[in-house]
């Protein structure tokens, strides 16, 4: 079993069968209150929320993303 964007990147490989539920996952980004507004947290946390916004279909295991 591998994650869906790792499967669907490789034209040798294909679906078994649907998304699996009971292996979905929820990722939460959590920074505390009184680092919000540094900088370089600031940054970081922008990046990975642009990131994962931007793959969200892929990382969903909706096919053909």
Known sequence: ????????SDPDL???GLVIP??????????????LHRPDVRAMIDRLRTFFRERAA?????PGS
Do not use: K
């Open 1 to 8: 079993m591998l994650p869906c964007y790792l499967g669907d």
């Open 14 to 16: 294909v679906r078994a």
């Open 22 to 35: 009971e292996v979905e996952e929820t990722l939460w980004l959590i920074a505390h209150a009184d680092e």
């Open 58 to 62: 892929l990382l969903s295991g909706v």
